[in-house]
């Protein structure tokens, strides 16, 4: 399945692979680079309404980047201003520090990365005006380990990202146009599904509707 998320770039005064050059052109590398000058260097940010738990980065309303350090339930993290953080180009997230006695929480875990080709696509898209600010995320259906009871053989399902082997998300781009070909053929598949309840003529909707 894929969910809808928010993509933010926000400034950085650390190595990054996002750099606004001098010509104002905004550029990608392959690798961190540049000790970035105030308001030169980015990360981008790849946000979402999942449920923000202790342990997790997420961006408040007014871009300031935190990380819940308690699961008080009287702290109101999941409000509509915070999103979670499910991936980033900003390494320093994810520091292999291993379990923190002080704090309680396990930071051996890397904070998802986002895969180039996607950087790349951010980047070519934003100097042609067009900034990228939505995308679809793929999600795989996964047991909660947390609510699994090997006796009565019970069990929740829950929604995770699914990751690549490189710790990379998969992103996919939120089209605003089609084709008619395109149109066509996202009819034809619907119509032949055997539980579907929209059957209807697609050669008349055609006539109708596409020009």
């Given at each position: 399945m894929k969910k809808k998320c928010k993509v933010v770039m926000l400034p950085t005064n650390n190595k990054s692979k996002i750099w606004l050059?001098?010509?104002?052109?905004l550029k990608s590398y392959n690798q961190d680079q540049h000790a970035g000058s105030p308001g030169n260097a980015f990360h981008l940010y790849i946000l979402s309404d999942d449920e923000i738990k202790k342990g997790d980065w997420y961006i408040h309303g007014n871009n300031y980047i935190c990380q819940l350090k308690s699961d008080n339930p009287q702290s109101n993290y999941n409000s509509k201003y915070n999103k979670k953080i499910i991936a980033t180009t900003d390494s320093s997230l994810?520091?292999?520090?291993?379990?923190d006695t002080?704090?309680?929480i396990?930071?051996?875990n890397k904070i998802p990365s986002i895969p180039q080709s996607f950087i790349d696509k951010y980047v070519n898209e934003y100097n042609k005006g067009n900034k990228i600010e939505e995308v679809m995320v793929e999600y795989e259906p996964l047991i909660d380990e947390d609510t699994f009871n090997?006796?009565?053989d019970t069990f929740?399902?829950?929604?995770?990202?699914?990751?690549?082997p490189d710790n990379s998300i998969n992103i996919k781009y939120i089209k605003d146009s089609w084709t008619r070909e395109e149109v066509i053929g996202m009819l034809n598949?619907?119509?032949?599904?055997?539980?579907s309840m929209i059957k209807f003529d697609?050669?008349?909707?055609i006539e109708n509707n596409l020009y």
């Open positions: 050059g001098k010509d104002t052109i994810s520091p292999f520090l291993g379990f002080e704090s309680g396990d930071v051996s090997i006796d009565e929740n399902i829950v929604d995770c990202l699914l990751l690549n598949q619907v119509n032949v599904l055997p539980d697609i050669n008349e909707w």
